[in-house]
């Protein structure tokens, strides 16, 4: 067809009123085209929003603003609750006792339930199946709860937040500060790989702040309480076996053959045979060295006579519920009393020496601390040993030329306090002229507590120690306080009291967990 000719036909179809086809097919194109660029547009307008959407889902910002856990009407965050989930997690995954509760580090605590073992070791009377996560994350909401509840407190008695808790604030982030840069990173990176990524600085700082409060104001309660001497029997006489220890000497005679070794150097367990012939030695043994003793010999010399005897003394054992301290604590036992325990197949010669409350006479002490400065050496230098030793030798000169100078003054014991004020090194007692009291034996390190029970110690005494791990101590013996179990005695009181009044807190307040919990952790 002609073009002039297809131009007519076009023109005698508009003509009756027919839309032109070529002219249907151009809208129609166009059409498609602009639904195409559209649909684009929408297409291109949802990935952006997605994008975002992962963006801010990614930095935390929403599972930070979700609320965790309303008390008493004010809402705490995840990044909040993270906190006490991550202190709470820390103490069982890295206290060395994830083996000993069952919790395995390489699978999801979520993916872990409980075992009974663990649940009597943590307290938890929850007969039903928890999780690791579960138990975390309520301990988490319970120690929160537990911190608000004592804050409120504190400030309802004006004892909020003071310089004291802006200078704890301070050091604690200065110290995370000082974790972040020898690991790497920024402080805000660390916290979040320590806490969580719904953890801020300000919200590290808020909560460090409440714990500071609610801690120190906890302490304020506890040394408030007083108790008089008829408190102390009374609560000692309804808790003997929690304090009472027992004084025995024993003889432990083995009951199994021992391992050996063949040509090869290879282990060789013994038979049967040879452990029992070895259970019958070690009881014939027991009941031979029974009869010496009770002929009057001493335990320790009859033991150098047996190759399968092992002798043991202690002053101080508790009842643990074994076969010896079960015997050793039975109201009938006499001091004297001997016998011969078997115990599983081993056997054990026991002595008796008595039990009872721990009565002697705790210590009241001042010293002034000078700690040997070693940050600046390097155990990997040629000279370190010599480094150290002079190291050593300054905080020893300063020692020497701090009981010097308190010699050569007034020489009195309120002389000797500020000196400790002015010149000690120990943080926990420079503010109050270096003084402990109510010091128990195995308390404080081996060289101070040896100086202090020393027998011949007389209030007045001073003297010098060392320690390599505290430094030089320059001690002045103040003289005895109250008996040991007096200060176990009151401890528990105190400690048993504080819980109490805690716990009443608590109560009195209404905790409630949120959608936001599920960010926790």
Known sequence: MSASREKKIRQDLAAQGVTDPKKIREAEEKAKARKTNILYGVIAGLFVIVAAALLVWNSGIMQRSAAAVTINGEKYTAGQVDYFYANAKSSILKGGYASLLGVSTSTPLSQQVMNDSAKTLLNVTDEGEITWEQYLRDTAVKQLTMAVAIANEAEANGEGADEHTEEEVAS?????????????????????????????????????????????????????????????????????????VGSYEYIYFKGTASTTTDDDGNAVEPTEEANAAAHEQAKADAEAALARVQAGEKLEDIAKDYATGTYSSTESATNTGDTVTTWVFDESRKAGDSAVLEADVNYYLVVFRGAGRQEYATKDVRHILFMVNTSDLNSESETYESDLQAAMDAAKAKADDALAQWKSGDATEDSFAALANELSE????????????????????????????????????????????????????????????????????????????????????????????????
């Open 172 to 244: 604690t982030v200065e110290q995370f500060t000082t974790y972040a840069k020898q690991n790497g990173y920024s402080l805000k990176e660390y916290l979040k790989l320590v806490y969580g990524k719904c953890m801020t600085i300000n919200t590290f700082k808020d909560m460090v702040r409440l714990t500071d409060i609610a801690s120190h104001y906890q302490s304020h309660y506890a040394e408030s309480l007083t108790y008089t001497l008829s408190d102390l029997d009374s609560y000692y006489n309804d808790n003997q076996t929690t304090f009472n």
């Open 426 to 521: 120990d943080g926990g007692s420079n503010t109050n002229g270096g003084l402990y009291t109510k010091i128990f034996k195995g308390q404080m390190v081996d060289e101070f507590n040896d100086w202090c029970f020393d027998e011949s110690r007389q209030p007045g005494d001073t003297g010098i120690v060392f320690n390599e791990n505290t430094g030089y101590h320059v001690m002045y013996f103040v003289g005895d306080d109250v008996p040991y179990w007096q200060v176990q005695v009151e401890n528990a009181l105190r400690s048993s009291d504080t819980e109490a009044w805690s716990n009443a807190l608590v109560e009195a307040v209404t905790a409630t967990q949120e959608a936001g919990m599920k960010y926790v952790g």
